[in-house]
């Protein structure tokens, strides 16, 4: 017999978790079919695991170089192996907790993997092979995205390592060459180093982070080549091959066809992630898709077909667990019948967990001068910050970008310690269409590596206080 419900979501990752919580708070009667952990990527295989780990590497790193701040005994080891451990403690709390949300708002959870039969219609498998129909008004398609795999190079998980695959090594491999300089292959690249390991970036483009301003890139790069990251820049990986002793014989080529030859551990490909939205059934009941298989939806985050909606990764960029959170509520809305409800937030912040970390909200530098708009800006460096200094962490700036004519904050971008969280005020900022202005009137906690907006806001209005105009 077929299940009935109000609404599905397929699903349950940051998109579909948030969008069933809210559908069940709606009073929609929900179901959420996941096919493997809910959670999703970020939970189970990307952003909490992954930051766990970076921090574990980060505080491993910061006690070895702890001996400027008098902190002796760089002697320490790393054990891997429970360090992962730790990792999978954190995932498996998050996960229990999600399924106690989605049951504390009546929201029922059937694991299997759901694809769509007609308007309406769901064909469920379950993990023992069987079926389950489902009937609903409103399907929510949120079933994420994949890492992209370079042919030739498919994920053994051995040699061969996807994200997910980097995440879970237990033993630290010695050398290790990163195919893709965006941000999982600078995030995890960064990481491996940190921990010790020889780590070679192969990037196809002229720089790593190319979606970033150059400036902000730049203190990464350069804190990556201290600790002996080489940055292949303008390479692409060809082909490779086991040698004799187990290890991976790399051939790479530059922008001139000139073929390289590096010998490694571990591969690990980070050339960008794919939608997925093959065998679902979107053909059958005709949900458009572009060339990538991007599932294309409008501003309530409806595709072509009524009632059938899509939020998240499958949607397309920027693919980041915090859009995705915001669709599946704004979706949720949506569905509920919230009168102006649409995603049509501000800003969307970035954030690349390096060291120094990236974040910003808003265009960039050189998409602004592209677009001719004209601007003011405000910068302070992190070297003239006290609270950086007492932190031993100096190297970075925060750059406020305006409005030339009325002051209104455009972006924010910071480069340095704390840019994750530093960046959540110049979110605020832009949302709230506040202006340089405000920022400047706004009283800041001394010391506080938040000064630095402040110092970039006084700097924006033209009126600097802790360095000479
Ligand atoms: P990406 O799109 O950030 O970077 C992929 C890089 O690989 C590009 O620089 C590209 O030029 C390069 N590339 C492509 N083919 C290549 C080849 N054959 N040889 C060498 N280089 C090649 O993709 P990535 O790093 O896989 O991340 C996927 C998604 O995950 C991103 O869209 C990102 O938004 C998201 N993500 C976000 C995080 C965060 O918010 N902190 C952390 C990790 C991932």
Redesign the pocket.
């Known amino acids: 017999m077929a299940l009935q419900y109000d609404a599905v979501v397929i699903g349950g990752g940051p998109g579909g978790y948030v969008c069933a919580i809210r559908l069940g708070q709606f009073g929609q009667k929900t179901l959420v079919v996941e096919q493997a952990k809910l959670g999703g990527v970020c939970l189970n295989v990307?952003?909490i695991p992954?930051?766990a780990l970076i921090h574990a590497s980060k505080v491993y790193r910061k006690a070895k170089d702890g001996a400027a701040m008098g902190i002796l005994g760089q002697d320490l080891r790393i054990d891997l192996a429970k360090m992962v451990a730790w990792k999978d403690g954190i995932t498996g709390k998050l996960t229990g907790g999600i399924g106690g949300l989605l049951k504390g708002n009546k929201v029922d959870v059937l694991q299997g993997r759901g694809e769509l039969t007609g308007p309406g219609t769901l064909l469920v498998t379950l993990a023992d092979g069987t079926t389950q129909t489902v009937q609903t008004k409103s399907i929510v398609i949120a079933t994420g995205?994949t890492?992209?795999q370079?042919p030739g190079f498919e994920y053994d998980q051995e040699t061969i390592l996807n994200?997910t695959g980097a995440l879970a090594v237990t033993e630290l491999p010695a050398t290790l060459a990163v195919?893709?300089?965006?941000?999982?292959?600078?995030?995890l690249g960064d990481m491996y180093a940190r921990l010790g390991t020889q780590v070679t970036v192969?990037?196809?483009?002229d720089r790593?982070?190319?979606?970033f301003d150059p400036d902000l890139v730049r203190p990464v790069v350069q804190k990556q080549a201290k600790l002996g990251v080489k940055h292949m820049t303008g390479?692409?990986?060809l082909r490779w091959e086991k040698t004799v002793e187990g290890k991976a014989s790399l051939t790479?080529q530059d922008s001139k066809g000139t073929p390289s030859q590096l010998v490694v551990d571990k591969i690990l490909v980070?050339?960008?992630?794919r939608p997925n939205s093959r065998a679902l059934g979107l053909e059958k009941v005709g949900v458009a898709v572009d060339a990538k298989g991007f599932i294309l939806v409008d501003k309530q985050l409806r595709t072509n077909v009524a009632g059938i909606y899509a939020i998240g990764?499958v949607v397309g960029?920027?693919?980041?667990?915090h859009k995705a959170s915001k669709e599946g509520e704004v979706c949720a809305e949506v569905i509920a019948g919230h009168k102006g409800a649409a995603m049509d937030v501000a800003c969307i912040p970035?954030?690349?967990?390096t060291d120094p970390e990236i974040a910003t909200v808003g265009p960039m530098l050189f998409e602004l001068e592209a677009s001719g708009t004209k601007i003011r800006t405000g910068r302070f460096h992190f070297a003239a910050l006290g609270r950086a200094m007492t932190a031993n962490v100096t190297e970075g700036f925060a750059r406020m970008i305006c409005d030339d004519k009325t002051g209104v904050i455009l972006g924010v971008q910071v480069v340095g310690a704390e840019a994750s969280e530093l960046i959540a005020q110049a979110g605020l900022a832009v949302e709230m269409a506040a202006t340089a202005e405000d920022v400047a009137l706004t009283v800041f906690a001394h010391p506080t590596m938040a000064e630095a907006m402040l110092e970039a806001a006084l700097a924006a209005t033209g009126h600097p206080l802790h360095q000479v105009k």
């Open positions: 990307g952003c992954s930051k995205s890492p992209i370079i994200s195919l893709g300089g965006g941000v999982i292959g600078m995030e192969v990037e196809a483009l790593v982070l190319a979606m390479h692409k990986a790479v980070a050339v960008g992630r990764d960029n920027p693919m980041l667990a970035n954030v690349v967990y």
